[in-house]
């Protein structure tokens, strides 16, 4: 899980490819179209026949890890219990009962952290993926390099019953890129145990989480005065989670770090500088631990360190699995009046081919299209939540563990990244200088105003 999380944080054009082609070229660290012309358009892809696709053979490009060894040939769905189980017993499955006989074939073998960079090789060679996974903060920067396909009318994808938040992730300039996996947004964890010992656990055994920040002070400084816990414990170091709760704040007070239309940057904002204070108040105060990676974050939260986990969705499974303590889990801390929580998603793509083929463009949207048809499957195996209404409403997945009590994050207060090229860019620079609030003692108005040039120039 930790892994695909990680993607997140370093995904897009962070590191150069090695390889160029007539087509597509390399410029700076990142993949530029020279040509956005296609050979091949949706009337062409819809109108491929049944007969025409029998035996089509496709590639795709992934993350999610190996697992071949487990589930070579299996596809009982109820086996899957990770993200590499699951999307191994899918791709499995459409490979055995698709009525066309297409076959999915993975292509490479890239490592959870150079996915990005062995995606952006491919892309720029002959030898392109006819699918693609990545995340939706990605896809703007791919989309608007002409990388991708958009998905065409007439192939039976119907992306109307998609939550917002998973239509958001594939949508670029009011046109779908992709097709949306999942979203995955950030939640509360509970350690009920310690919050009872703190007396904030009321008598029908439920935890009300704070709803302003001097309320959670409150919370937090009954916490360490009772437990000597920790109240939350936050992966400030070396990880995004910090930079997901300073937007995500930004967020709450009805502002935002990038304009809606996606050219102007807010970095320095009063919400901006209320939102850096706050978290470096958790950490003066000595609420939270400053040191944490990911990794040390979890691990702490499962030895009983804390009272609350500021962590996405993915972790239910694991947690559930394996807390030692009575754990419980809600929508993210809501602290000003909007309601609003980090989020992104995993999406199907199709990238443009250098050998523009109806056929194979038509192979892909019928797995992508299966994929989607099965968000509720893979929601289930990973924690993640559907991209469909319906899947979220249906009762199997409703029957999974926790599931029930965040089902509003994933239909109203998730919030996608900024629909721009540049977000990877800026997200990069968002981290690095806001943990240097807290791990360095930098300034917090000269970090924000800093930010807000660095962004500024991105965004040109």
Known sequence: MRQGRALARHAGFSACALATTALFVLTGCGVSSTSSSKTVDGAAIAGVSDEDLKGTTITMARFFGDCQEKTEGVTDLSKANSECTAISILTNKFNAENKWGIKVERMGGASWHSYYDSLNAALASSDRPDVAIMHGSNLPDYAAKG????????VGIDLSGSTKPALDAVTYKD????????THAIISHLNMDILSQAGLVGEDGTYKLPTSPDELLQHAKAVKEKTGKNYIDIALSKDPMGERLWMTLVQQQGSDIISADGTKANMNSAEAKTSLEFINTLVKDGYTTVNHDYDASVQAFLRGESAVMYNGVWSVNQFTAEAPFKYETSDALMLFKDKATWANSHVWTVPVSAKPDAKKYRAAFEFTKFLNEHTGDWAIATGHMPATQKALDSSEYLNAPHRSQYLKTATTYARMAPRVEAWP??????QEQIEATWLNGAGVEETLNSLQEAASSSLK
């Open 147 to 154: 990388l991708l396909m958009e998905v065409p009318d007439g």
């Open 175 to 182: 046109k779908k890129w992709g097709v949306p996996f999942d």
């Open 425 to 430: 860019k800026i997200a990069d620079q968002i």
